[in-house]
């Protein structure tokens, strides 16, 4: 059985990811070196998790174009965890361009009234 990570702790491991150059191992070292005081998950639970998350994007997304995997998971997280947050300002957070509005209406989110 796997531990349940609240989402905010699944979104940084999406984002340890990208910094790692989707090195599971790498992402394992950076995120216990970056949040030290959490509990830190090891390559196989990331990989699961990142897994979980493409295979939710995959069911709910059958077209395949847009940004990469991990942009948008970036970005729909960010709006999970922060639903009032502007397509600017997910832009500028995460150095994304102007493809956040995209994403969002991709994944049947509206950019500017978000159902979550």
């Given at each position: ?25 790498g ?8 949040f ?79 159902h979550?």
């Amino acid at each position: 059985i796997m531990a349940i990570y609240p989402p905010n702790e699944i979104v940084d491991m999406i984002r340890i990811l990208s910094d790692a150059r989707n090195n599971y191992s790498g992402a394992e070292r950076l995120y216990a070196e970056k949040f030290p005081d959490r509990r830190h998950p090891d390559r196989k639970v990331i990989k699961r998790l990142c897994d979980r998350a493409e295979l939710f994007l995959e069911e709910t997304n059958r077209r395949k174009s847009g940004p990469d995997e991990v942009t948008s998971l970036t970005i729909i997280g960010t709006v999970a965890l922060n639903p009032q947050i502007s397509t600017r300002q997910i832009e500028r957070q995460h150095g994304v361009s102007k493809s956040t509005a995209s994403v969002l209406k991709f994944n049947k989110f509206h950019p500017y009234h978000i159902h979550l």
